[in-house]
Structure formats: structure tokens, C-alpha cells
Nanobody
């Protein structure tokens, strides 16, 4: 059974940084694409960034380009989300997800497993 556990969320001032981690178990991690999504109160879940297991490409949502960076450590079965220059509008619950696919990684239905989420709050 696949388990994804996020950590690293918290409260930060605007302009600050946070690094989220997602530890994975129960899957051959190196052959899964990993994605980060977020959901703000009263809004639908939205794509943030992903890392493609086949070619290492990292599609980003326009709203986070140049500020958020995804990386992975296959030896530790962990994916990271480095978030810099945070804004109040980045406040949300952040979820990591795993997919055996290598295309359309911005679509949440491409992912078969999800973590429980970690709260990120950015104060102005």
C-alpha cells in the first residue's frame, strides 16, 4: 500500500521561505512522477508543480514559476518543494501525489496516491 507523508508546513511571513517534504513508501519511487497540489479555503484544488520520472522535467503553474522548485531524492524516497518569495495567496493545504504516468502531470486525475496534506500559511 502506497503511503505519502508530507511535512514542513507552517506559518511564515510574506517574502519568506519554506521547504516541504513528502516521504513515500510502498512504491518503486524512482519510476513514479511526483506532484504537488494545493487547496485554499473555498477554492478548488490546483496544480503547483511536478517532476517527471522519465525525463526529470518539472512543469510549473504560472503562479509559482521562478519562486517554487521541486526536487527528488530517489535514495530517500522523498520529494521536496522549496518555496521562496512566499505570498499571502500561497496560503493553502499542500498535498503531494504520486503517478506512474509521465504526461499531463498538471491533471489531478493522473495521480493514484495522495498524502494527507500540510498547511502553509503566509502572513502579510
Amino acid at each position: 500500500q502506497v503511503q505519502l507523508v508530507e511535512s514542513g508546513g507552517g506559518l511564515v511571513q510574506a517574502g519568506g521561505s519554506l521547504r516541504l517534504s513528502c516521504a513515500a513508501e510502498g512504491l518503486t519511487f524512482s519510476t513514479y512522477s511526483m506532484g504537488w497540489f494545493r487547496q485554499a479555503p473555498g477554492k478548488e484544488r490546483e496544480f503547483v508543480v511536478a517532476i517527471n520520472w522519465k525525463d526529470g522535467s518539472t512543469p510549473h503553474a504560472d503562479s509559482v514559476k521562478g519562486r517554487f522548485t521541486i526536487s527528488r531524492d530517489n535514495g530517500r524516497n522523498t520529494v521536496y518543494l522549496q518555496m521562496d518569495a512566499l505570498r499571502p495567496e500561497d496560503t493553502a493545504v499542500y498535498y503531494c501525489a504520486a503517478s506512474i504516468q509521465s504526461t499531463q502531470l498538471h491533471r489531478d486525475w493522473m495521480y493514484s496516491s495522495w498524502g494527507q496534506g500540510t498547511q502553509v500559511t503566509v502572513s502579510s
